[in-house]
Each structure stands twice: as C-alpha cells, then as structure tokens.
C-alpha cells in the first residue's frame, strides 16, 4: 500500500508485531511427503533427510521428548543451524527506569544444537553436528507444550477457533475451552491465528480501494480523518475512520461514549467498532468506527490513540464497554481520567449461566438481586444486602460472584452516580448501530463495499436528525404542570429530551422536604417520598 500521508489521515506501519513461533514458517513439512519421526530416535551424525522440513519436525519431536524447546539459529541455501531455545544471553538496552516492569528471560547461553547441510539441490540434507549438553533444567512432560516450539495448534482445532469467532464467542475464552497437556496455546495464539486468517484472505487491491475511496472522502471534505495501520510488509491491519460531520458533533455531544466490537459481518470477518453516543434528541450518533484484524491490548491502544487525536485531544468524561481484559488495559493506558464503566446487561446475562441452579424466571433469589443492583439508595445499603443475599443463599465462597463484588465500582449503578453516563449503563447503543447496519451489510461484503454502504448508511442516520430538528423546532411542547420551570424546560428542549425531563419532573413531585437545621451558611434538608421510605435522604444547601 502507499505509505502517502495527507493532511488529516495517518498511515502507519508496525513493526514490532506479535511474537509468533521461532522456527521459521518456511520450515513448516509438507503433510503430503513427510513422515512424522519416531520420538524414540536420537539424532546422530550423518543421518539424512528428504528436506529441511524434514529436519526440523524430527528435532522438535526429539526437543519436545527431551524437555527443551528449539528454534533456528541461521540458514542459508544449503545450510541450517537449529539450536536450543535457551541459546544466547539476554541484551540489557538500558537500566531499567524506576517504575517500570522488568522482564524475564529464559536465555542461559546454553550451546546444545544441531547443523545440517546437503551437497547440491537433489543431494539429502545430513546431520553434521550434534551437542547435546545443556546448562538449565529441562522441562517436564506436562509443561513441555508450554515452550514455544511446542506449542500446536491443529487443523482441527484452528477451525474451531474460527467457528467460535464467527458465533461471536470472545476470542479470550476460546483457548481455555481446550486445555491439556497437548494442547497448551493461550489466547495470545489465538488471537494470532485469527488475524493471520485475515491477513491472508484481506485482498490487497481491496486495501487500495479503500485507501483511494478516503482520499477521495478527503478531498471533498478536509475534515474527513482517516488512518491505516500496516504490519511491516506494507499489509492493511487495522483501519479507522470519522467524517467531518461527526468530529464536529464530538464536541458537542462527546462526554459520553459507549465501544463495542462484537460486530463482524463483514467478507474477512474483521470486528467492527463503533464510537457510539447520544445527540440532543437522544439519539444514537457514531464519533468515528474501525475495522480490526484482532482484539489485542496493542490494537486498541492504536485505535483510541488514534481516536483521540481525530477528536482534537478532548478526552471523553465515560466511556462503557464490555468486560474484555485487553480493551480495560488500553482505556486505562489511554483514557486515564476517564470514568469506565462495565456494560451492565453483559454482566447481568451472565447470571443465568453461572447460578443456573437459583436463578430463574419467578425465584425469589432473581428478584431480590435485581433489586439491590438496580434499586439500593446507597452504597452503604448495596453491601449490606449484597452480603446478606450472599449469606442466605449460601453463596459467600462462589469465585465468580466474588470477582465480580471486587469489581463493583465499575457496574453497580450507585457508585456511578456522581459521573455523568447520559441515562446509559450499558453499550445496548452500540449493539443498535449494530443491528442498523444489517441492514446494508452481509458477510459477503467486501471492505471497499463495507466503507461505501458505511457511507450512504450515515447519510440515512443524519437524515433522521434533520427530520428530528424539524419536529422539534415547529411543534410545541405541551406542559402538564404548569410550573414556571417546566415552562422554561419546554421553551429550551427538544422533544425528546423534554420528554425525559418531565418524567423526572412528575417523580420529583412525589418527594417533601423537610428543614432540619441551619449552621452558618448551610441548610440541612431531610427529602423523603411519600411512596416508598427507602428514598429518603439528608441534602446539604450552601449559600
């Protein structure tokens, strides 16, 4: 891809990408014509093999009985160099800064390693050398498939992956769902499979045209921003995008966002992310999208970085998404004065599964935890019922309700009071962008088709606010009170948030006050409701 900047986008290239399997992918054996070696055999001097492919399966088995992992060390046309994983001694680039992480390594300059080298291009490649002492422990069999060398994912199992990411099942849970001795992959190769599976199926005169097309978008609008991530080959990775219409709103309406990327109908399956918020006849408003080849800490960090400087630095006041570890890293790194709140009906779905056993449609259990997650007036009235329903349904020792009490702060609708979310609490906002554009896409699209039915969906999208705007400024909002303040709420509001407003109103109404006492310059008033004695409270009045 042309690596040409223009004024308003960015195309960047990344060079430090995911670390993948050491020994090189050329190296990968030809399932057709190559025998899986006996583990059994050692390796000895002069024994010959049909290919380096050959080699280097015969070696990893051997490494993988004996407890070390391999990796190659040097190759050229008609030599190869294989040696322990532990070869070679860690290189200090500078002292650590206070503060910062300080690695590990397994490097112990251990000399164990074998060379091979054929004669012309129709001789055998043959063992040269051999040495096969090293200076560390060895791994045991249970732990072996840890090393990297070792780590396999079959043909099997990467086709589950991929089913399990087309049903949408987070991308972090699928390794788990595999455990065992033999197969001992993290999410992290996971993660590299997939975005590997895109790279390959992303076409690169598709990327072209996606890069013209935001030239273009550009030229007939300066304020149209764009960026493109490539991976050091000059491939697309992760690709970002907002029209001028949405930056500018961004400042208007941008205190509040929800993110969510579990959208991925698209031809490469690449998970679609909207900024998603709320103008000022509440409805839902995109501040920006992206295309993404993974989910990773390093991919989201891009992203909001990138975001940000798209919104003109102005950090947003919260932000709500789902309870995705790497996403949650990235907002703290990027984001970290921002409010960050868990999707709460995520979590809430959640129940069913995990406490299948008390939580039902009429159980008792159900409802009174509803009610102290949605309803409790306090924070000091949420722990003490959450504690009493843990105590009296025996559920003090369950790990998942534990971890999520440890979490509270960032779900609990009480402790998120004093931030403003803009009457959300879940990214329901961004799943209904979601639903819109199913509309206009299918799996089948293509990433230049994807960007330009993208396009005339917003146009569809900033058609309804106009309309909106229309109702609003030529129809009167009917007061019911007739209040002096409703009045002046009719006169400044649009329909809708006027309309949410007087239901706030009428509620308000429900509530007395009650003078306890004055000290200095302070009023103590006791607000309570006539309809229900839990919403009582002691406000304060400084004058």
Not at 68 to 93: D, L, P, Y
Not at 145 to 170: C, I, N, Q, W
Not at 211 to 217: A, E, H, N, W
């Amino acid at each position: 891809m042309d690596n040409e900047c223009v004024e308003n986008s960015t195309v960047e290239c990344l060079e430090d990408h995911e670390i993948v399997d050491d020994v090189s992918n050329d190296l990968e054996p030809n399932s057709e014509n190559s025998k899986s070696p006996e583990a059994n055999i050692c390796p000895i001097v002069d024994m010959e093999f049909a290919s380096i492919a050959d080699v280097k399966e015969f070696y990893t088995s051997f490494a993988k009985k004996e407890g070390f992992g391999v990796r190659v060390r040097s190759t050229k046309q008609n030599f190869c160099m294989f040696v322990c994983a532990n070869e070679g001694t860690h290189i200090v680039k500078g002292e650590n800064e206070e503060g910062k992480r300080k690695r590990s390594t397994s490097r112990t300059d251990c000399k164990a390693s074998l060379t091979v080298s054929k004669a012309g291009k129709r001789s055998k490649w043959v063992i040269k050398s051999i040495n096969n002492v090293h200076n560390h422990g060895m791994v045991s069999p249970k732990s072996v498939a840890y090393l990297r060398s070792h780590k396999k994912m079959t043909a099997a199992t990467k086709s589950l992956v991929e089913k399990f990411d087309e049903e949408g099942v987070p991308t972090g849970k699928v390794a788990t769902m595999f455990q065992g001795e033999d197969n001992a992959f993290s999410s992290r190769d996971c993660w590299n499979h997939l975005r590997n599976l895109r790279r390959r199926n992303l076409d690169v005169g598709d990327a072209q045209a996606v890069f013209k097309f935001c030239k273009k978008k550009q030229v007939e609008n300066p304020n149209f921003f764009y960026a493109i991530q490539c991976d050091d080959e000059d491939r697309m990775i992760n690709f970002f995008w907002v029209d001028g219409r949405a930056r500018l709103a961004y400042q208007f309406f941008g205190d509040v966002i929800t993110f969510d990327t579990t959208y991925k109908t698209n031809k490469y399956d690449m998970p679609f992310a909207p900024f998603t918020g709320l103008n000022h006849h509440f409805q839902s408003i995109l501040f920006g999208c992206a295309l993404l080849q993974d989910e990773t800490q390093r991919s989201f960090e891009w992203l909001f970085r990138t975001w940000l400087d798209a919104m003109g630095g102005k950090y947003p006041v919260s932000i709500i998404t789902d309870q995705d570890l790497a996403m949650k890293a990235a907002i703290a790194n990027v984001f970290p004065h921002t409010r960050h709140r868990l999707c709460l009906w995520h979590i809430k779905k959640k129940f069913a599964e995990k406490l299948s056993h008390i939580y039902h449609k009429n159980s008792t259990f159900k409802r009174k935890l509803k009610s102290c997650i949605r309803d409790s007036p306090s924070i000091k009235y949420f722990e003490e019922e959450w504690e009493r329903i843990m105590i009296d349904y025996n559920l003090k020792e369950n790990e998942w309700l534990k971890g999520l009490y440890d979490i509270r702060k960032s779900w609990i609708p009480v402790f998120n009071r004093s931030t403003f979310f803009a009457g959300m609490n879940t990214t329901q906002r961004s799943e209904s962008i979601n639903a819109f554009f199913d509309s206009f896409v299918n799996s089948s699209t293509t990433l230049q088709g994807f960007v330009v039915k993208f396009d005339k969906a917003m146009d569809s999208r900033y058609e309804k606010q106009r309309r909106e705007d229309f109702e609003s400024r030529h129809r009167l909002r009917l007061v019911v009170v007739k209040s002096k303040i409703e009045e002046h709420a009719a006169s400044i509001y649009t329909r809708n948030i006027f309309g949410k407003f007087h239901d706030e109103f009428i509620k308000i109404i429900q509530f007395r006050r009650e003078k306890l006492e004055k000290e200095g310059s302070q009023n103590r008033y006791k607000v309570s409701n006539d309809y229900d004695s839990k919403d009582t409270f002691i406000v304060c009045i400084s004058w």
